[in-house]
């Protein structure tokens, strides 16, 4: 191995390694959540399922402000301009919580509509309710975390966070524990304990990251207004909007796909709800790749070192097409473990095993989405491209042939496959476009 990939692979794993410990840590409030509402019964799985997926509706779109806050905050990091981080914290911050607020505000007030959308089941309705509604008051933490949580990624500061991710899952768990099944004579709240034990949560997370800007004196360094490199406002928003855009159009796209999947039946539904759990962990092997890649190659971008920034594209290219072979594997034999944990029927568990073996089929695709199109096309400011790529990939080919295996009756796991065939469509476009080196750009003075 020449010096520049041992170079590569040790700023890549100084990066990666606790983003991914630290996004594992947080799935392990999902997974929690998962595992303890399981034991309930399917039901309650799936009252789980339907809110959690109208409330990944909001953080989708909350990534599509906070990546015009890595895309920025990196390129500024690189070229040191520690004022240029503060701006673009400070504008993200205020977008993120007025929208989140917003998008609160009529989630209590059209609750049960909103999930009616979702299930024609008046029970699961009936459970999911006032769990969507303690969920709901945690948006504006969830925003500002997501928030703090990249821009602390851009500057370096992935140790610290991580460590407080143990705190936030050890909060969580305690409160599941606690709530929902009333240990020591305390009253049980069943799922709407797990709802209250997020809240509690995300409201420590977010504290906690704060502090680090603080310890860190991002929010003492001095703005100078009338510095032209620092008047990101206009320039945030001409990348990002395309991103946010983006965003809405897959969050959209997403939540068609879980609809066609609830017409199926509650078992279906049930089935697709524990899909997500059971591989996020391994998502967050990828996801972690993409934050490394933005970090990486948004400060070599905003050192004009285009070269580097091509090579490190290449690297993260090629090993997250291994990774995914591998997690492949480790997926299949680990999962019917998982299962085990859950009071599901054996329909059910049949269901579960026939997705993953389309799941597994497309997660090379999958994998290569989030790290090139996520990660490295949008720090160059190529966000309007690959708004277009989603959006059309899933609009005009993803939907459509969802809906004929719907009508066709198809069995689940090949509704699932055909609906998420349009990864392959955008994994080959994303790479070429790529290797074509357009998307070399410093968006910044």
Same mark, same amino acid.
């Given at each position: 191995?020449?010096?520049?990939?041992?170079?590569?692979?040790?700023?890549?794993?100084?990066?990666?390694?606790?983003?991914?410990?630290?996004?594992?840590?947080?799935?392990?409030?999902?997974?929690?959540?998962?595992?303890?509402?399981?034991?309930?019964?399917?039901?309650?799985?799936?009252?789980?399922?339907?809110?959690?997926?109208?409330?990944?509706? =909001?953080?989708?779109?909350?990534?599509?402000?906070?990546?015009?806050?890595?895309?920025?905050?990196?390129?500024?990091?690189?070229?040191?301009?520690?004022?240029?981080?503060?701006?673009? =914290?400070?504008?993200?911050?205020?977008?993120?919580?007025?929208?989140?607020?917003?998008?609160?505000?009529?989630?209590?007030?059209?609750?049960?509509?909103?999930?009616?959308?979702?299930?024609?089941?008046?029970?699961?309705?009936?459970?999911?309710?006032?769990?969507?509604?303690?969920?709901?008051?945690?948006?504006?933490?969830?925003?500002?975390?997501?928030?703090?949580?990249?821009?602390?990624?851009?500057?370096?500061?992935?140790?610290?966070?991580?460590?407080?991710?143990?705190?936030?899952?050890?909060?969580?768990?305690?409160?599941?524990?606690?709530?929902?099944?009333?240990?020591?004579?305390?009253?049980?709240?069943?799922?709407?304990?797990?709802?209250?034990?997020?809240?509690?949560?995300?409201?420590?997370?977010?504290?906690?990251?704060?502090?680090?800007?603080?310890?860190?004196?991002?929010?003492?360094?001095? /703005?100078?207004?009338?510095?032209?490199?620092?008047?990101?406002?206009?320039?945030?928003?001409?990348?990002?909007?395309?991103?946010?855009?983006?965003?809405?159009?897959?969050?959209?796209?997403?939540? /068609?796909?879980?609809?066609?999947?609830?017409?199926?039946?509650?078992?279906?539904?049930?089935?697709?709800?524990?899909?997500?759990?059971?591989?996020?962990?391994?998502?967050?092997?990828?996801?972690?790749?993409?934050?490394?890649?933005?970090?990486?190659?948004?400060?070599?971008?905003?050192?004009?070192?285009?070269?580097?920034?091509?090579?490190?594209?290449?690297?993260?290219?090629?090993?997250?097409?291994?990774?995914?072979?591998?997690?492949?594997?480790?997926?299949?034999?680990?999962?019917?473990?998982?299962?085990?944990?859950?009071?599901?029927?054996?329909?059910?568990?049949?269901?579960?095993?026939? /997705?993953?073996?389309?799941?597994?089929?497309?997660?090379?695709?999958?994998? =290569?989405?989030?790290?090139?199109?996520?990660?490295?096309?949008?720090?160059?400011?190529?966000?309007?491209?690959?708004?277009?790529?989603?959006?059309?990939?899933? $609009?005009? $080919?993803?939907?459509?042939?969802?809906?004929?295996?719907?009508? =066709?009756? $198809?069995?689940?796991?090949?509704?699932?496959?055909?609906?998420?065939?349009?990864?392959?469509?955008?994994?080959?476009?994303?790479?070429?476009?790529?290797?074509?080196?357009?998307?070399?750009?410093?968006?910044?003075?």
């Amino acid at each position: 191995m020449n010096e520049e990939k041992q170079l590569f692979y040790k700023q890549m794993w100084a990066f990666a390694l606790p983003i991914t410990i630290q996004l594992m840590i947080t799935s392990g409030l999902n997974i929690i959540d998962s595992v303890m509402v399981g034991s309930l019964g399917v039901e309650a799985i799936a009252a789980v399922g339907i809110s959690n997926k109208f409330t990944q509706f =909001l953080a989708v779109i909350l990534q599509g402000f906070a990546s015009g806050a890595t895309i920025f905050s990196s390129q500024y990091w690189g070229q040191k301009n520690v004022s240029g981080v503060k701006q673009i =914290l400070i504008l993200v911050s205020k977008i993120a919580t007025i929208f989140s607020f917003i998008f609160a505000l009529v989630t209590l007030l059209f609750t049960p509509f909103i999930l009616g959308i979702f299930s024609d089941d008046a029970i699961v309705i009936a459970e999911a309710v006032p769990f969507l509604r303690i969920i709901s008051l945690s948006y504006v933490f969830t925003a500002l975390s997501m928030i703090f949580s990249v821009t602390l990624k851009t500057i370096g500061e992935v140790k610290r966070p991580t460590f407080y991710s143990v705190i936030t899952l050890l909060t969580n768990t305690l409160f599941n524990w606690l709530l929902i099944f009333g240990p020591f004579g305390l009253p049980a709240f069943g799922i709407r304990g797990a709802a209250f034990a997020t809240l509690l949560a995300r409201i420590v997370q977010t504290l906690l990251l704060f502090s680090l800007f603080v310890k860190k004196g991002i929010l003492k360094s001095e /703005v100078d207004p009338s510095e032209p490199a620092l008047q990101i406002t206009g320039p945030y928003w001409k990348v990002t909007f395309p991103s946010i855009i983006n965003h809405l159009t897959w969050t959209m796209g997403e939540l /068609v796909f879980f609809w066609l999947y609830t017409r199926t039946g509650t078992d279906q539904t049930a089935a697709i709800s524990l899909i997500d759990p059971l591989v996020f962990l391994f998502v967050c092997v990828f996801t972690g790749l993409s934050d490394a890649s933005s970090v990486m190659i948004g400060n070599q971008l905003g050192g004009k070192m285009y070269k580097k920034a091509l090579f490190y594209a290449k690297q993260f290219i090629r090993l997250t097409t291994i990774l995914s072979i591998v997690i492949s594997g480790i997926i299949l034999l680990f999962s019917p473990m998982i299962l085990q944990f859950y009071n599901i029927t054996n329909h059910v568990e049949e269901l579960v095993n026939q /997705v993953l073996l389309a799941y597994i089929a497309l997660l090379p695709f999958k994998n =290569l989405n989030y790290v090139n199109n996520v990660g490295i096309l949008r720090v160059g400011g190529d966000t309007t491209f690959v708004m277009w790529l989603d959006t059309l990939s899933v $609009w005009l $080919w993803g939907i459509p042939m969802a809906f004929l295996a719907v009508y =066709l009756g $198809w069995p689940l796991w090949s509704i699932f496959f055909v609906a998420n065939s349009h990864e392959i469509i955008r994994a080959i476009i994303g790479v070429r476009r790529t290797l074509r080196e357009g998307w070399l750009k410093t968006l910044i003075a």
